[in-house]
């Protein structure tokens, strides 16, 4: 339960951070060079990211919610006495589990600095495969090649969106192209 009110919070802290970034967005100049978004464009689009993701967050939690209410029933002792050393072992896991979560969050800050570090000497589509690869074999564990192809894959889709269809260029670093 403590979890769920934590990302209720996360949620209304991201809302009202997004909020104060669109509002400094539409306090910027309007500018129309040979760009018809102007310099707004962009960061509105990552405010309102922003709040659908708050937003997404807030809807499972409280689905999250709903299943653990209809879920929460009293267990009998003979019930539990039932489960045995199995149930002892999935309550330890997650006890385990749950203090790790620090060190899963600093180790997932780090990971994300080296990133920004690295990203304009190694190029975009290099730092960020690599990246994306690192944060898939953690979370996605087992899955070899469908991580690698998935890293790849988001990268080069959001290298030619941006490079040719949007017409930003992206670093380079290492790779000539």
């Known amino acids: 339960m403590k979890s769920i009110k934590g990302d209720a919070w996360l949620a209304f802290c991201v809302i ?4 104060v970034y669109l509002y400094m967005d539409m306090r910027l100049p309007e500018v129309r060079l040979s760009d018809p978004l102007g310099p707004k464009a962009f960061p509105a689009l990552v405010g309102v990211g922003l709040i659908a993701s708050a937003l997404v967050l807030l809807l499972e939690g409280r689905s999250r919610n709903r299943s653990h209410a209809h879920t929460d ?5 003979a019930a539990k006495r039932a489960a045995g050393p ?3 072992v999935a309550h330890a896991d997650k ?4 203090k790790n979560h620090p060190l899963i969050l600093t180790g997932m800050v780090a990971w994300t600095a080296l990133y920004y570090l690295v990203f304009e000497r190694a190029g975009y589509l ?3 495969s690599v990246f994306l690869f690192g944060l898939l074999i953690y979370f996605n564990r087992n899955r070899f090649k469908t991580n690698l ?5 988001v990268t080069v889709f959001f ?3 941006f490079s040719q269809l949007l017409g930003v260029p992206m670093p ?6």
Not at 16 to 19: D, F, I, T
Not at 149 to 153: F, M, T, V, W, Y
């Open 86 to 88: 199995a149930a002892e």
């Open 149 to 153: 192809a998935i890293a790849l894959g």
């Open 16 to 19: 009202a951070l997004a909020a």
């Open 159 to 161: 290298d030619l969106l």
């Open 126 to 128: 290099l730092a960020t």
């Open 172 to 177: 380079t670093g290492f790779l000539p192209f």
């Open 73 to 77: 029933t009293p267990e009998k002792p």
């Open 95 to 98: 006890a385990h589990e749950s």
